[in-house]
């Protein structure tokens, strides 16, 4: 349950400084090093993994965009614990690799907004989320009308969301209420083949390894966020 959960007051209350070490601001003057803020990052997070799993997304995307810091949420806590050994053990294994990436534990459905500014994320990726067939199960989707404006909130006009799934009926769910959404636009197919972030979710997740051995399909849409209308 949520007490269980650790997340800031407000995105200013959030120390990244423990996920991100190489990214820590050097400027230590004497009244920030005597301030009880946490210490900024040199850059913000700027991509986010939702749900994000066993990291396989993080670790393929951290030297693709190696300048790009980027977080995955994780609700289950083992499996956070597992993403953050993976991504610890390679930055060992490789010096000056994979300090880009870090997991956290977080109900991506209640505390985004306390993570992150408003349009503060250039991407955000939701692969092979939870299906919730059932129709009273609705409500758990982690895309949905509600959250979508939290996703907008976070997103800054001409970010992206990415989307993936096998299960036909939730990525005909996400399309439509994505579609609906004032703030998104669907990206055109072209634009989708061509862009390198699409092969990894198709790839590199563990849920899309697990479709491809089943020979199963994989349902992709992006959806750009648009610039607030001038009012
Ligand atoms: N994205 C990964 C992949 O493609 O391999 C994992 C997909 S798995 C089917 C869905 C993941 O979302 C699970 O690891 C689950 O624990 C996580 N999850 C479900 N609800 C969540 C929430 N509200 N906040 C954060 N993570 C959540």
Not at 161 to 185: G, K, N, Q, R, S
């Amino acid at each position: 349950s949520d007490h269980a959960l650790e997340y800031p007051v407000s995105p200013a209350d959030m120390d990244w400084a423990k996920f991100y070490p190489e990214y820590v601001s050097e400027s230590t003057s004497s009244e920030e090093a005597n301030s009880s803020q946490p210490r900024p990052l040199k850059q913000d997070v700027e991509i986010v993994d939702i749900g994000c799993g066993y990291g396989g997304l993080l670790v393929a995307l951290s030297p693709i965009l190696p300048d790009k810091l980027m977080l995955g949420l994780e609700i289950r806590s083992q499996v956070t614990a597992f993403v953050q050994e993976r991504i610890y053990a390679l930055r060992k294994q490789s010096p000056g690799a994979y300090q880009n990436a870090a997991c956290i534990r977080a109900n991506s459905m209640k505390f985004l907004p306390n993570f992150f500014r408003k349009a503060q994320l250039a991407k955000i990726f939701i692969c092979f989320p939870d299906p919730h067939f059932k129709a009273r199960k609705h409500k758990a989707r982690i895309v949905s009308t509600t959250l979508n404006s939290e996703y907008a909130f976070a997103l800054r006009p001409g970010g992206v969301i990415y989307t993936i799934t096998d299960v036909e009926a939730l990525h005909e769910w996400m399309v439509e209420h994505l579609e609906a959404h004032p703030a998104f636009e669907r990206v055109a197919d072209e634009e989708v083949e061509s862009d390198p972030c699409v092969a990894v979710m198709r790839a590199e997740t563990e849920e899309g390894k697990k479709v491809a051995r089943n020979k199963g399909l994989k349902f992709v849409a992006l959806f750009r966020r648009r610039e607030d209308p001038p009012w």
